[in-house]
Structure formats: structure tokens, C-alpha cells
Nanobody, 116 residues
């Protein structure tokens, strides 16, 4: 069984920073891509950032210049560095990846709340 486990969520003030982690139960280099999604109350889940096997990253327009996705192969972990957070960034953040033979894997999510 393949698992993705998110951590690092919490309460942060507007303008602050937070780093989310997604730990995989196997090498992240086996994944075709890994990504972060988020879902705010009453809204659909949306893509925040994605990193491919070749380390190419792309971002939602709403987070460009503020969020950075990265990975550490030695720790089998993908990160989402969130800077200059805004109220609209409040959501549950989910880690996601595509793994050959397993399909799309989702983590359980971590809550991020931006509030003063």
C-alpha cells in the first residue's frame, strides 16, 4: 500500500509563512508527478502546485510568486512553502501523486487557517 501523509498545517496570520510537508511511503521519484491541492469550504478542490518527475513546477495563478513546491528525495518528501499568505488561502491542503500501477494517490489533508 502506498501512502501520502501531510503535516505542517495550522493557524497563521495574514502575511506570514507556513511550510507543508507530504511524506511518501516509497520513493517520490517513482511518481510521475506530485502535487498540492486545496479545498475551501463550499468550493471545489483546486490545484495549487505540481512538480513533475523532471522537477518542472507549475502553479495556480493565485499562488504564483508566493508559494513554492519542492522535493527532497532522501526524505521521500514534497514540500509546499507558503509565503505572504492571504485570507483566501484558508483551506484543507491535500497532497497527491500519480504512481504507475497504483493510479492517483491522495493524502488525508492538513488544515491551513489564515486569520488575524
Amino acid at each position: 500500500q502506498v501512502q501520502l501523509v501531510e503535516s505542517g498545517g495550522g493557524l497563521v496570520q495574514p502575511g506570514g509563512s507556513l511550510r507543508l510537508s507530504c511524506a511518501a511511503s516509497r520513493s517520490i521519484f517513482h511518481f510521475t508527478y506530485m502535487a498540492w491541492y486545496r479545498q475551501a469550504p463550499g468550493l471545489e478542490r483546486e490545484l495549487v502546485a505540481r512538480i513533475s518527475g523532471g522537477s518542472m513546477a507549475n502553479y495556480a495563478d493565485s499562488v504564483k510568486g508566493r508559494f513554492t513546491i519542492s522535493r527532497d528525495g532522501a526524505k521521500n518528501t514534497v514540500y509546499l512553502q507558503m509565503n505572504s499568505v492571504e485570507l483566501r488561502d484558508t483551506a484543507i491542503y491535500f497532497c497527491n501523486g500519480a504512481l504507475a500501477g497504483w493510479g492517483i494517490i491522495w493524502g488525508q489533508g492538513t488544515q491551513v487557517t489564515v486569520s488575524s
